[in-house]
């Protein structure tokens, strides 16, 4: 997905005694969002996403991992800081 911040108009309907926002149908298919909704809100405003949590499967989370390409050359020197010398009383 780009990296640009897209906004659109839109307007609150009543629905009852609340109102509502009406999301447009590619949206929708386009964020995966279906009968539940999670409005969180923010610093910036409120986030809407869906309530369906699309975690990866761990085979997906190496893969993905992988493709990152991150430089792990010093992850050593900060597993060894020094507290392997010390007497945790175990």
Same mark, same amino acid.
């Given at each position: 997905?780009?990296?640009?911040? =897209?906004?659109?108009?839109?307007?609150?309907?009543?629905?009852?005694?609340?109102?509502?926002? =009406?999301?447009?149908?590619?949206?929708?298919?386009?964020?995966?969002?279906?009968?539940?909704?999670?409005?969180?809100?923010?610093?910036?405003?409120?986030?809407?996403?869906?309530?369906?949590?699309?975690?990866?499967?761990?085979?997906?989370?190496?893969?993905?991992?992988?493709?990152?390409?991150?430089?792990?050359?010093?992850?050593?020197?900060?597993?060894?800081?020094?507290?392997?010398?010390?007497?945790?009383?175990?």
């Amino acid at each position: 997905m780009e990296n640009q911040i =897209r906004s659109r108009d839109a307007k609150l309907v009543p629905i009852g005694n609340s109102k509502g926002v =009406r999301i447009p149908k590619a949206l929708l298919q386009k964020y995966g969002l279906k009968d539940s909704l999670l409005i969180e809100e923010t610093e910036k405003g409120l986030l809407i996403r869906s309530k369906e949590e699309n975690k990866l499967s761990w085979e997906d989370t190496y893969k993905t991992m992988a493709d990152e390409k991150e430089n792990w050359d010093d992850f050593s020197a900060t597993l060894l800081d020094g507290l392997e010398d010390e007497d945790f009383g175990y």
